[in-house]
């Protein structure tokens, strides 16, 4: 019997700079092999996209002023050690409140996530190399409009 897909959301956090827009990303202070994330992960029943993305930006990030603002896209790869089907909703939220440049977070909670350690940071727009486990495969369907003026 072949397994439903696991739902889950990515969450493209972004903010507005003197210097143009700038993404919300992590490495994992333990497994630096993880490769460079956006927060992502599990649905849980009855969540919508957007309520799942600002739950998991707050759960692996601890950033709480944070608003969703589109669904850009859907993406359906297997994860990539389990081989699991899964269909991942690609969420853009903007960042409501200040923010520092970076921090370090552990992720509270007994969750498959519980207890990992961080390394959070803002990086500019377009992003200088690849994220993990394709993430950022919807970056371009980011509004070119909101983009240009988030320079200004």
């Known amino acids: 019997m072949t397994l439903p897909p696991r739902l889950r959301v990515a969450a493209y956090v972004l903010r ?3 210097d143009g827009p700038e993404l919300l990303v992590f490495d ?3 497994f630096p092999e993880a490769g460079t994330q956006v927060p992502a992960g599990g ?3 009855g ?3 957007a309520r799942a993305a600002v739950r998991e930006v707050a759960e692996e990030t601890g950033l709480t002023g944070v ?3 589109a669904e850009l896209g859907v993406s359906e790869w297997p994860h990539p050690v389990t081989g699991r089907a899964r269909r991942t909703t690609y969420v853009q939220l903007l960042v409501t409140g200040g923010t520092a440049g970076d921090w370090a977070h552990r992720v ?3 969750g498959e996530d519980g207890g990992l350690r961080f390394a959070c940071r803002f990086v500019p727009l377009p992003l200088a190399g690849r ?3 394709h993430q950022d495969e919807f970056l371009d369907r980011i509004d070119p409009a909101w983009l240009a003026s988030a320079g200004s």
Do not use: S
Request: negative net charge; hydrophobic residues 35%; aromatic residues 0%.
């Open 16 to 18: 507005r700079t003197p």
């Open 131 to 133: 994220l993990a486990d």
């Open 28 to 30: 994992h202070v333990d």
């Open 108 to 110: 509270a909670g007994d």
């Open 67 to 69: 608003e969703a603002v």
């Open 43 to 45: 649905m849980e029943p």
């Open 47 to 49: 969540e919508t996209p």
